[in-house]
């Protein structure tokens, strides 16, 4: 890898990883525990840069959707934080996991209540507190009006075969459901809290679309490109800390060490990464490490922090 150069413009930057990448592309496996997921070329890649100046950096797929999946689970929380406040962390904790985004073993130590909102249970959970007072189908609805307002954005909308396979497929997911609503942890019946669950990770969205939607998190809580205030700056702060310690399951640790930025990753290859102060990124690339979060994603957002010195830990 190259020295940073901080000064270097961004595009260029992006065009190199790009191209360093290019013989790799491929590497990783794709998630296949569903034939949506499991028919996607491994060989795709794009990545954008949104900076809270506006300027807007694309290259490779950039603009092909691909399914967000556990990356929406950060504007699920944001629903939720808005809904409930503070009050939501009587339900779901936020620790680190350490342990796989669907595991049970811990949601079983610690008597139904999840470590933090991006593990699978905790995200369940989120869906069950943002259900109270709708139907399932509204508060889609709601999720899905939400997502395109952050990132102004009407185009944006769920992918519905994926949705259902999730449904079909989705033993484990319903396990953790069930095991919660046994501790007394869900306040609504399972189909429904998993309906929304389910519908929120089909999300299908591009990668330029899903920096826009993330900006928000890099400019202090309000996107700069449309004036949109969404969350207060303290907030904004705190869905950022949530992100580089919990967002990347228990691969959490490595991608804050190598990268230095928080994110939030999601199985089907996507992460969604913000440079507090400097810009919003999100990287696509379906192959995906032993932790379930994207390779070579993983790797273009550690070169680009290398280079543009962009890092919450200093200059
Ligand atoms: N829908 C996926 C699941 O619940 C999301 C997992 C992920 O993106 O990590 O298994």
């Known amino acids: 890898m190259r020295e940073p150069k901080p000064q270097e413009d961004l595009q260029a930057i992006i065009d190199d990883i790009y191209l360093e990448l290019t013989p790799r592309l491929g590497e990783g496996k794709v998630a296949d525990y569903i034939p949506q997921l499991a028919r996607v070329d491994a060989r795709h890649f794009g990545m954008a840069i949104v900076t809270t100046g506006g300027e807007v950096y694309c290259v490779g797929d950039a603009e092909m959707p691909f399914s967000i999946q556990s990356i929406s689970k950060v504007f699920t929380l944001t629903l939720a934080l808005g809904k409930h406040g503070e009050n939501i962390w009587n339900r779901v904790g936020r620790e680190p996991s350490g342990s ?8 079983e130590h610690e008597g139904g209540k999840p470590r933090n909102p991006f593990i699978n249970a905790g995200a369940i959970r989120i869906s069950d507190l943002i259900l109270a007072g709708h139907t399932p189908k509204e508060l889609i609805g709601e999720i899905v009006r939400f997502v395109r307002y952050l990132a102004d954005d009407e185009n944006i909308v769920i992918d519905h075969e994926v949705a259902r396979s999730e449904t079909a497929t989705g033993y ?3 396990a953790l459901a069930n095991f919660m609503r046994s501790f007394g942890r869900l306040d609504h019946p399972v189909e429904h809290v998993l309906g929304v669950y389910f519908h929120h990770c089909a999300l299908a969205m591009t ?7 993330g900006l928000f998190l890099a400019a202090g809580g309000t996107n ?12 904004a702060r705190r869905i950022n800390a949530l992100m580089l ?16 930025l928080p994110g939030k990753s999601g199985v089907g290859g996507g992460i969604m990464a913000v440079a507090p102060g400097k810009a919003s990124i999100a990287v696509w690339s379906p192959g995906l490490n032993d932790y379930g979060n994207s390779l070579l994603g993983s790797l273009a957002l550690e070169m680009l922090a290398a280079r543009t010195g962009w890092s919450v830990f200093g200059p």
């Open 245 to 260: 310690t919990c967002g990347h399951y228990d691969g959490s640790g490595d991608f804050a060490y190598r990268v230095g």
């Open 100 to 107: 796989a985004f669907n595991s049970i073993v811990q949601l």
């Open 172 to 174: 484990r997911n319903i």
């Open 224 to 235: 700069p490109l449309t004036g949109h205030s969404v969350v207060s700056r303290q907030r």
């Open 207 to 213: 990668c330029s679309q899903l920096a826009k939607a």
